[in-house]
């Protein structure tokens, strides 16, 4: 009976059962663990009922009596406020460092992504940095296709470079110049016919 009450309070501390800590690299899928400190926090409030518990056995065998039930009871408390107060304590401590894992590990996450991304933007941004350049040479071989298929690329990338620096250069204008519309002369304004003369007789 002693036994199976030791076991019992050795097992169900709290972050033992519903803490997770961060799986071991490396992984799939997204990082699944506990970030959450309140179970760690019931635990303590267990080992401050052990301890209780253990003070309570100690009043218990100390009472003024010649009880040898009464000083059976004292012992059996103690025995079980210790055994609780050990066992809270350590699933506190794996519940309390399985949490601080988990966060560092999601942190490690947020951190890496992040880097992807800053790679990522710093990628593109030199690619359109590069853009200008092989417009300016398709247009001046005549490929004025090519030139407008960069344009729209570029203007998707960095807008304010596109117009900044895009759209100013002097090769790349050829390439816009605005259509010649023919000029057409006036019609002549139709002429008044000549004044009569009047003739004498």
Do not use: W
């Amino acid at each position: 009976m002693k036994t199976a009450a030791i076991v019992a309070l050795l097992t169900t501390g709290c972050s033992f059962i519903g803490v997770r800590g961060p799986p071991a690299k490396p992984r799939r899928g997204p990082l699944t663990c506990t970030t959450s400190k309140a179970l760690p926090v019931v635990d303590g409030v267990g080992v401050v009922f052990g301890i209780g518990m253990l003070g309570l056995g100690v009043v218990v065998s100390n009472l003024q009596t010649d009880s040898v039930g009464a000083r059976t009871a004292g012992g059996r408390i103690i025995l079980l406020g210790t055994v609780a107060s050990l066992a809270y304590l350590l699933s506190m401590a794996s519940g309390m460092s399985n949490v601080s894992a988990c966060r560092d590990a999601k942190d490690a996450d947020r951190a890496e992504a992040q880097k992807l991304t800053n790679t990522a933007a710093a990628a593109a941004q030199e690619h359109a940095r590069g853009l200008p350049k092989a417009a300016a040479a398709a247009a001046r071989a005549g490929d004025c296709k090519t030139v407008r298929k960069i344009d729209l690329e570029l203007l998707g990338l960095d807008s304010a470079f596109h117009a900044n620096v895009f759209l100013t250069d002097v090769d790349i204008k050829r390439c816009y110049k605005p259509a010649v519309t023919p000029s057409i002369d006036p019609a002549p304004a139709p002429q008044a016919p000549p004044p009569l003369i009047p003739v004498q007789l």
